[in-house]
Each structure stands twice: as C-alpha cells, then as structure tokens.
C-alpha cells in the first residue's frame, strides 16, 4: 500500500456495554472495536480510515465519534443522522471528524431517501457529502433525478449495488455514468464480492469497474467493508481484497488516486510527507 493509503469504507461496532445497538437495527453484530480496525489496518498497512457509522447503532452516531476522537489525524467519518438535526450539533460532528451522512434502503433505523434534500441543503455549508446505499440498483435510477439537482457531492456505495449480472449494458449503469459526468458524484468499490456471480477474484466484476476507473480514475474510493456485516456470501479475507486492487488499477498512479489522493480531496486529510 502506497503512504497514506485510505481505507474508505469500515465500521465500528460497540463495545455493547458502552454503546448500545437500535431497537429498530435489521441486524446485530458481534462489537468490532477501535482497537480490532487499528490492528487490521497495522497488519494490512493501510494508514488512514473512513468509519461509515453503522446501521446497528441507528443514528446514535457515538460509538463512530468516540473513535474519531481516538485518532483525528487518521480518521473522517460519515454519520447516519436525520434531516433537521440542531445546527450545533451538526457543527459537533463537523468538528470531530464527521465528513457526510448516509441515507439507506438495506437497514432499518437510519436514514432513508426521504431525507436526501433536506441534508444536503442542511450540511452542504460544512463540505459535507451524501453517501447512498442502495438495496438494489434501479434505485439509482429513480433517485438520480434528485441528485442532478442537489449541490452537495455524492458517493454511491458498493457502486451503486449494481451486479455482474446486470452490468455494462444496463440502465443502472448508463444512469450511474451519466451521474459521473455531474463531477459530485463519486464511485466506492467496496465489497463487490456481494455482487460477483463468481469466486474469488470476481472477474465478472472487470467490465464494469476498469469502465469507471477509465472514464473517472479522479472519482474513484476503495474500501474493504470490514468488518462485513450482513454478509450473504463466505466471509471475505481482508488480504484478499487488497490484493485485488492491481486487478482492478494496475497502473500505479490510477492506485495512487483511489486510495490516496481521491480520500485525501474528499475527507480533508493533510498532504503525505
């Protein structure tokens, strides 16, 4: 991993005896510490973290801030609040490391669509982006008549759900090219595994993924999805999916964009020494 590497898709989970999960929460994970992802990272040698607050917490944004303020330097996050949230508390956020919020259709408890133009106009004046995380693709169809006309920047996680199987030709996919043209809108390749109709390494994946990377490699993140909640599939090796990034970037500068500079643009981290 190039200095400065960015993981840009983790989560933080408990500890249950400090920070409780959400009555409404789809789902209960095992507590998956600060600690957990900094020794991951260690042994993976990636420096720097986005914690995307997860979906069991709901929108008691905690257990993410409390990590945020273990490691400012290192660590940006993205919280999972509602629209009309009081300013200072927003600005709270803001100053502890809070970058964007999350809107979802996959869990229960946060935030979901309903919410979208209300945050962006609300945290647009901090620099914050939106994240959306569809359940299945043709959502981005329906919603992207929206983001044309927000100002905020966006991020469409896990690439917008969009599988091998519907791929290239599909109208996910011209819709999520099209976004791409707005200049806000940036692609996450995070946990593709989800989406691959074939073992490891997901080749089926390469067409849609060396598209992106060809026609926007300046609006591009990875992350791994550690640690995997919700997993339908075997439980990915994190080493694994690391060693996929030549697979997907060979090049060395279009891997310098996605896991350094593109983060760093983003999240506001401080250049690499």
Known sequence: MPPGACDT?????????????????????????????????????????????GGAHGTDNRA??????????????????????????LEDMNRRGMRGCRMSTVVSGGASFAHLRGLAEETFDLGWHLVLHFDAATELVDVAPQLL???????????????AAEGVDSEPFRTLLRLLDTDRCWIKLASLYRLSSEPYPHRDMLPMIRKVVELRPDRILWGSDWPHPICPVPMPNDGDLVDLIPLWRPDSRTQQLALVDNPALLYGFEPVP
């Open 9 to 53: 898709h983790v989560h933080v989970f408990g500890p249950q005896t400090e920070f409780s999960f959400s009555e409404l929460r789809s789902y209960t994970p095992e507590d998956c510490t600060y600690e957990d992802l900094m020794q991951l990272h260690a042994a993976l040698g990636i420096d720097r973290a986005i914690i995307v607050h």
């Open 64 to 89: 993410t801030l409390a990590a945020l303020d273990r490691n400012p330097r290192k660590l940006r996050g993205v919280a999972v609040i509602p629209s009309g949230l009081p300013r200072p508390e």
């Open 149 to 163: 006309q927000i100002r905020s920047p966006f991020v469409l996680d896990h690439m917008a759900r969009i599988s």
